[in-house]
């Protein structure tokens, strides 16, 4: 066995060793006891709890410190009993809370909760649980800051007044405040405006702080891959999106970035609550993050606060409760699709990754079909698309093995003259109408399918249009196929596509080795990803099959392909 022999096999080994560790996306989470949201939005009032973090511009110190009104994240305190309110929309229900104005859950009824041991009709709601403390926390807070003093909203006690498609919370007194909420037609955008009696008009005159949630709760099957994807992010005026993932966030230190900042937002795997500004002239000047509590490697709980200046006492933002649907991300504008990247950690695969996205979701809109059948015919057609490409490479790989003997001897004639060697390397390839990338372009038919197939990746890893979506035996596209059989499939096509292939080749033990590893490796690596991922794969493998086969036949016919000649030795060779 030669050295690059042993080192295939060695690293073959090796990526069936380490991939069931690295890529354990299966993992469950048992369910922590949290209240009943689904309840609270028919009126009962949600239990409260407040995080504990004091935060400060530097390291948390053994004591607490004394609280920066401007600057602190939200301290423990108790909140007065609560009168909720509840906004029945198209596609949400918002539940408020006053003292407070802010909303404590969104019901989103046209997403399902999928996080095991649910009832299968409970719709998917939107709550910051703490799950240490069995209770639900509210998804803002509102606080406002005007000089050494710091006023918590959920301390005031608001009069509300109901419309069809607005709410408005209201309170009396020498800094009356009122918060206003107009809802867009389907249930997802909030447009807010407030106003304090008696704030100056000088710049910096007030702020209002707007905590965001510490955590999501999980509304999916994968608790623990939810968790994962727990982050906060904002948009600068003049930049890229941010995204700050809780576990880049540490306990004891705060984070401030400043802005001008167009939005801010607190997501996990599939949904979304994100603050915007309306407009340029009211931007968020910085958001400030710390880490909480570790669970080994998971960072469930986190805290951040946005800063917006009060102008003239009134103050403006919209609010996203929902989905992380490209199609509604994209109709609220200023980069919000963006929030979480499509294959942020490698670089140039987001805007592939939404162009395949775009493609899927517009065959879903224009065939009605289910998701399933969709990937089907996407594979079909990107094969079909690559098949002029993959038939000039099969073909260049067909003459390359021809060409072999005659390499090989050029290769050994001027074993040690590389300048000749190069020459009359040269020269042999335009004999036969080939080039020095002629190689190169062999190898195409197995990279060719990768890009999609990586883009792909991502995209089941982030669409929601593809959670919890069903066909034929697989529960659900976006999680891995609980049976094993489409990772299997998968598997055998590729190996059917190989064996076909090296039919009537010249005999080499690497190439026949690899034939028979590399579908073991994908097989082995595949497993645990997506069941959509391993169909589109499958199909790929499967619509190649004619083309392969074709290309054997003529292969075949051409006659069978001598082996080159293996090195002399002992003896000089002859001219």
Not at 210 to 219: A, E, V
Not at 280 to 306: C, D, E, H
Request: proline share 9%; charged share 15%.
């Amino acid at each position: 066995m030669d050295r690059r022999t042993f080192l295939a096999l060695f690293l073959t080994a090796l990526v069936i060793v380490l991939t069931p560790l690295l890529f354990r996306g299966v993992a469950r989470r048992s369910p922590q006891p949290v209240a009943a949201v689904a309840d609270s939005v028919h009126g009962a009032a949600p239990a409260t709890a407040q995080p504990s973090a004091a935060s400060t511009a530097t390291p948390a110190a053994p004591t607490a410190a004394p609280q920066q009104p401007a600057a602190a994240l939200p301290v423990t305190a108790p909140r007065v009993p609560v009168e909720t309110t509840t906004v029945a929309l198209d596609n949400a229900q918002y539940l408020f809370a006053a003292p407070g104005g802010a909303p404590d859950a969104v019901r989103l009824t046209a997403f399902s909760n999928l996080r095991p041991g649910t009832p299968r009709d409970t719709k998917a709601t939107l709550t910051a649980s703490d799950a240490s403390a069995g209770a639900v926390l509210p998804l803002l807070r509102y606080r406002l800051v005007s000089g050494a003093d710091t006023v918590r909203l959920d301390t005031i006690a608001f009069h509300i007044a109901r419309a069809p498609d607005a709410v408005t919370f209201s309170s009396t007194g020498p800094s009356a405040i009122t918060l206003r909420y107009q809802f867009a037609n389907n249930g997802y955008l909030a447009h807010v405006t407030g106003q304090v009696a008696g704030a100056g008009s000088t710049p910096g005159a007030g702020q209002l702080l707007i905590d965001l949630p510490p955590t999501l709760h999980s509304q999916d099957a994968d608790t623990l891959d939810d968790e994962r994807h727990l982050a906060y992010g904002y948009k600068l005026e003049h930049d890229d999106v941010k995204s700050v993932p809780f576990t880049k966030l540490d306990p004891a230190f705060v984070r401030t970035d400043s802005g001008p900042m167009t939005w801010v937002a607190s997501r996990n795997k599939y949904f979304l609550i994100a603050v915007l500004a309306p407009d340029t002239t009211t931007p968020f000047t910085a958001l400030r993050m710390q880490g909480g509590t570790r669970v080994g490697k998971l960072a469930p709980v986190a805290s951040a606060t946005a800063i917006q200046p009060l102008r003239n006492g009134r103050f403006a933002f919209d609010i996203y409760s929902g989905p992380q649907s490209w199609n509604a991300l994209r109709a609220v504008g200023h980069d919000l699709e963006n929030v979480n990247p499509y294959g942020g950690w490698i670089p140039g695969v987001q805007p592939f990754a939404t162009i395949c996205m775009r493609v899927l979701l517009w065959m879903k809109q224009t065939f009605n079909l289910s998701y399933g059948w969709v990937l089907i015919i996407f594979g079909v057609v990107v094969r079909m698309l690559l098949w002029p490409l993959n038939q000039s490479a099969m073909r260049s790989s067909l003459k390359m093995q021809r060409l072999q003997p005659e390499l090989a001897e050029v290769q050994k004639k001027y074993k040690n003259e590389p300048e000749k060697q190069r020459e009359a390397l040269v020269k042999l390839y335009q004999q036969h109408g080939m080039s020095p990338f002629s190689p190169v372009m062999g190898c195409l038919p197995m990279l060719l399918p990768m890009p999609v197939l990586f883009a792909l990746y991502f995209v089941f890893l982030n669409t929601i249009e593809f959670r919890g979506v069903s066909f034929l035996w697989l529960p659900d596209l976006s999680l891995r196929d609980p049976y094993y059989i489409m990772p299997i499939v998968m598997g055998i096509s590729m190996f059917v596509l190989s064996w076909i292939g090296m039919r009537a080749a010249p005999p080499n033990p690497q190439t026949k080795m690899m034939s028979y590893m590399m579908p073991a490796v994908m097989t082995m690596v595949l497993l645990n990803f997506a069941s959509g991922l391993n169909l589109y794969y499958a199909v790929q493998n499967i619509a190649a099959l004619p083309q392969q086969w074709m290309l054997t036949r003529e292969r075949m016919k051409a006659g069978p392909v001598a082996a080159p000649a293996p090195p002399l030795r002992g003896r000089r060779a002859t001219t």
